[in-house]
């Protein structure tokens, strides 16, 4: 058994973390009720010749406006986050589409906040703002930020980010400085 300065615990050679936010399966709830208005519309309603044109109307726009709702929201109900010794790994939603992954020899430092809101962002998904960068936010609360060799942040919100933030710069301690080519 190795001895650990201070007492630490090494961090695992895989850190993971993920944040969920159950408010956004009620966004989907309603593209799928939507979806189930167009389905409606296109059986029970009379298909007469003056008609037509706007019921279909309405029900292509019923439908795909409940899949835009309902898929758009699925793919950002959560966030998991991989951090392994070469790079770190950002997956959105249940199919991890979005995904991320940053070269931890591009990355500068790793910042903790402890309170990250949509608000800031402009709501909730993947996000990017000239001035502040970009961001994956799935939920307010805590987050961390990445500092980019090319001058740009990306940050995440993620379940005890604090943890995550000591593991990446862990792991930049032992690296050595520059951008990967």
């Known amino acids: 058994m190795r001895d650990h300065p201070h007492g ?3 961090h695992p050679d895989v850190w993971t973390g993920r944040a969920t936010n159950r408010v956004q399966w009620l966004l989907a709830l309603s593209g ?4 189930a208005l ?3 519309l296109a059986v029970e309603s009379p298909w007469t010749e003056e008609g037509v044109a706007p019921l279909a109307m309405a029900v292509v726009g019923c439908i ?5 709702v309902l898929f758009g929201t699925l793919a950002f109900v959560h966030v998991a986050l991989k951090v392994d010794q070469e790079c770190l790994e950002v997956r959105c939603g249940h199919i991890g589409v979005p ?4 070269p931890l020899s591009e990355v500068v430092g790793a910042d903790f906040i402890p309170h990250v809101t949509p608000r800031h962002w402009g709501g909730w998904g993947y996000r990017w703002r000239p ?3 970009t961001a994956v936010v799935v939920r307010r609360g805590e987050g961390l930020v990445l500092r980019l060799w090319d001058g740009h942040t990306f940050t995440i919100t993620v379940d005890d980010a604090e943890a995550a933030v000591r593991v990446i710069r862990d792991r930049l301690r032992t690296r050595t ?3 990967a080519h």
Do not use: D, S, V
Request: hydrophobic content about 35%.
């Open 8 to 10: 630490r615990k090494p």
């Open 32 to 35: 799928a009720a939507c979806m």
């Open 38 to 40: 167009g389905i409606e």
């Open 64 to 68: 795909a406006a409940g899949l835009l």
């Open 99 to 102: 995904r991320r992954r940053i």
């Open 131 to 133: 001035e502040k960068g």
């Open 177 to 179: 400085p520059g951008p």
